[in-house]
């Protein structure tokens, strides 16, 4: 039995038809395992460039191109999603809208808590590196019930979100998102590893598409999908490491 079937991911990018309406192409037509980890590597210089632009801008400074990063990144995942085919396009000018904001949030943190950032970073590729090595060995395999899971899971946080985002226009939210309280971290680190098992599910999404002879743009639909995990597992890495950081 494809162990590929009726795939789910967690990530909104990363949708189980994606290969279904593909036929057969020929082999420079299709997608391969080692574009995509080029196309990987390729777009996360250019998300580290940008970001480091705002990370060595002054203090305060970088607050423009950080909301200017966040709200054209996130147009841009939008026209990535509903056009697949244009991802060469979208997808670098994503990473460098990324980097904006990632440069400018890190500062932040980083001004609050030096050293937080080489921590968060170090995690997060470490992670993915481990992942990535267990996923390969057979150690974690992306099993239908694993991947139902992981998927109901990131679907429960994306509503936690949600709802604590509409509360923060009454002036309420749900304190343990923000909050360093014993449940707060733990509710973080848990967050922390949903995300992280949601890159298992980036990685058989990979290697559905190479197996099922996906066009060759979507190497870089795939790719936009990993780098959306990555900056969530970034993103997290760093909101737990506040939350400890701040008790001490």
Do not use: C
């Not at 020929?26 to 995509?36: H, L, P, V």
């Not at 244009?86 to 030096?114: K, M, N, R, W």
């Not at 590196?129 to 994306?158: D, M, P, Q, W």
Request: aromatic content about 14%; hydrophobic content about 50%; glycine content about 12%.
């Amino acid at each position: 039995m494809n162990r590929h079937l009726s795939f789910r991911s967690g990530n909104p990018a990363l949708r189980a038809d994606t290969f279904q309406r593909y036929g057969s192409l020929s082999g420079s037509e299709t997608m391969t395992i080692n574009g995509t980890v080029n196309k990987t590597g390729f777009s996360l210089i250019l998300l580290m460039l940008s970001a480091s632009w705002t990370w060595q801008m002054p203090a305060g400074e970088s607050s423009g191109l950080m909301i200017l990063g966040a709200i054209g990144g996130f147009i841009a995942a939008l026209v990535t999603i509903f056009n697949k085919k244009i991802a060469q396009y979208t997808v670098p000018i994503y990473a460098i809208l990324q980097g904006l904001f990632l440069g400018g949030i890190s500062q932040f943190f980083e001004t609050q808590y030096p050293g937080i950032v080489n921590q968060a970073v170090f995690l997060t590729f470490g992670t993915l590196g481990a992942l990535l090595l267990a996923y390969k060995s057979g150690v974690i395999k992306a099993t239908e019930n694993f991947k139902l899971g992981v998927f109901a899971a990131t679907g429960g946080i994306a509503f936690l979100y949600l709802i604590s985002f509409i509360m923060g226009f009454f002036g309420s939210s749900i304190g343990f998102i923000h909050n360093n309280s014993t449940f707060g971290i733990l509710f973080s680190f848990g967050v922390v590893i949903i995300a992280a098992l949601n890159l298992v599910l980036d990685f058989d999404f990979i290697e559905e598409g190479a197996e099922k002879g996906a066009p060759k743009y979507m190497e870089w639909y795939a790719t936009f999908g990993l780098l959306v995990t990555l900056i969530w597992l970034y993103l997290e890495i760093l909101r737990l490491l506040a939350k400890l950081q701040s008790r001490r």
